[in-house]
């Protein structure tokens, strides 16, 4: 990563240096990802990424400055900018995870399912990376096969949501979650085979 100016990186990649992008990208994404790890609680960050924050506001500022939204004059500007992008991102993210139906105040402490598990796995120094990748697109393409009403109820114990609320969400009974959830069980039993 250079020494260059905030504001010279970001006229640089304006003028079609791809390689600014790059350097803006470095110079900020650790900063950005401490920002909203220390301000996001611990359910919400059980559910969303920081980084999967942080690369949503990159996309936003890359996109919004391509259309010319924004003026970079003084140094420190761009980092305010992508401050102020990633912390709105942040707080969408944490309303929408505050909502009613998914509250994660309604979500019990301590469950140890779905996601959860997964990702306190990779963190305690799980599989390599690339079983990890591998795992993930055979997921993807597992859940690419099943219903829309399965991948729903999938993706929602997946984020560890108990069967009652997944009823609630999708509007059945417990017993058709179950029913569900044991189809899907059996789904994946046989592309294992």
Known sequence: MSDETSVNLYYRWKSGDTDAAN??????VDRLVGLVRNRMSRPIQRRVDPEDIVQS???VFFDKATSGEFEIRREG???????????KKMLTEVRFHRAAKRSVDRDGEGRGSGLQVLSETLDAGGPPPEQTTMFF???DAF???LEPLQ?????????????EQIAREIDRSTRTVR????E????????LR
């Open 143 to 145: 859940m690419v096969s």
């Open 77 to 87: 500007d761009l980092w305010s900018l992508m401050a102020a992008i990633t912390v």
């Open 57 to 59: 506001a990159y996309r």
């Open 23 to 28: 350097d803006i990208f470095q110079r900020y």
């Open 184 to 191: 899907i069980h059996e789904a994946l039993l046989e592309r």
């Open 151 to 163: 991948r729903k109820v999938l993706g929602l114990r997946l984020q560890d949501w108990s069967n």
């Open 179 to 182: 029913r569900i959830l044991e």
């Open 137 to 139: 697109e055979e997921l």
